[in-house]
């Protein structure tokens, strides 16, 4: 299939993919065979959110929070070696009674059990409620780079009108605390596109021109109504290196194979081919872009996520029905 939308586009990662519960019908069979007649090689797999009005949390949330996680696990067990499954984390204070730091300290304990128990090596957080600059956050930060995980942000504005204050680019910046923490920054933060590619390109004064060195890259998911889609890319291009670009689809399992080209794939390569022309970043028709194509849809996840990550996802099966009521559901 990716032959097909594109003949110089070999293998595919896309690196943000959401779980829509128990309740969607959705199986790893029917994501796996999507991905197959998409044409798609990998996908980072996030645990359900929880469907409340304002992502306020309270203390009886963390069982939500832990069957979700092993809803995830649960899933990704059956294709390892093609889904790769992320745990959500929240740390809001509410979670602890209103104490930020006990709520730090259950996600800590959380990221532990998904490690250790469940086998993900993948962590998905979306800051509400609490702030990623907070300093009380730096214990969770720290386990996460101790445990060599790799961690997904929301960053930018929420289009369903929940919380985008806490998810500013520049808040991000206390991730350089932890050196050995790899993120990946969503939605080039839209609509902070420019202050997002001010974060990952300042990175070259403290790590240097080796990408392997680099904490942060930006997933290009569309964040951006259609109208910035064009331009946010051809920014990307033209103001870090390609090696800072991820794919991701931000699609909702389940999906049918053609809903998936036509609603995610097939438009970002569109856009992406127009942005390189008008940004003159590679020639058509060249083996630089190529090259470049490559990078952003597959190589520069899967070398992020290598940098990350010391042992294999070892996702463990449930050996048991996990209902999960509380996932929020999205339309696609």
Known sequence: MVGKLHPSLDRVLDAHTHLSGSDSGESPDAIVSTMDDAGVDKAFVFAPLLNTRSWQLDEDDLEHIQTHND???DICSAAPERLYGFCVLN?????GGG???QAVSLMVEELHRCYHDL???GVKMVPSGWYPNDPAM???YEAIANAHMYTVFHVGIFLDAKEGSFCRPAF???VHQVSTMRVQLAHLGWPWVDETLAVLAQEKMTH???PARWQMRADVSFGPPDDWQLSSWERALTSVEPQRLIYGSDGFWPMEADRYVQAHLLPQLGVFETAATLGHVAEEGTDERHQLRQQIF???AWSHWCNAVREPQAPRRAGRTISTPQAAQKAH
């Open 208 to 210: 240097g021109s080796d």
């Open 71 to 73: 809803y995830c696990a």
């Open 119 to 121: 086998g993900l090596r």
């Open 91 to 95: 740390p809001t204070p509410s979670l």
């Open 138 to 140: 730096l214990p969770l």
């Open 298 to 300: 597959f190589d520069n």
């Open 99 to 101: 104490d930020k730091h």
């Open 172 to 174: 991000y910046e206390q």
